[in-house]
């Protein structure tokens, strides 16, 4: 079956700490894996996807075949970082799958 | 800077009721989407659509049908809404293809909120 899982549904952290958002996803064939981000009152956007392989508001996330993974991580949690978190892959047919989502609380 | 535009933020509707959202886009993407979002079930897909009047199934397209008679709009119909279909409905659009810069990637509307009594 397709799908993306995230086994986290809440995810608290001290600012400063670092921070972990596990994906896996079960896919047959080379998907595009992305991770989208919705901060409170605001839509959903895109954070970063696996072939730009860049950093984007200190968060990276590597592609993992093997493990089939695409964790999400930062070095050191800000509070601005909290939001709710959606791993999400692409197929070729262009057909896009979820995850449900984790959110990330940063405690002050 | 791209714009999906949902044409309600906020509905409420009756059960049987015929429901329209609609949805609209500036930047000629071909595809477009339609997902709802429940907590902790995240976004399910409802329907897409890769070109004028062409559309595809997603996740979870009962109850539901789409229209797409021009590129840029993209209408979701609730034939005759029920309770369980109260949600957070969410379209999307992105330029179709792998690997280039701007390919693939979502873009939201800011999401109807339908409650159906």
Redesign the interface.
Known sequence: AQRVT?PE?LLSVFKGAPVELKCNYSYSGSP?L?W?VQYSRQ????LL?H?SRESIKGFTADLNKGETSFHLKKPFAQEEDSAMY?C?L?G?E????????TSLSVIP | DVKVTQSSRYLVKRTGEKVFLECVQDMDHENMFWYRQDPGLGLRLIYFSYDVKMKEKGDIPEGYSVSREKKERFSLILESASTNQTSMYLCASSYPGTGGAGKNIQYFGAGTRLSVL
């Open positions: 995230q549904k595009e992305f989208y839509r959903l956007q895109l996807r072939i959606y999400a692409t070729l262009g057909k896009v799958i979820f995850g449900p989502g």
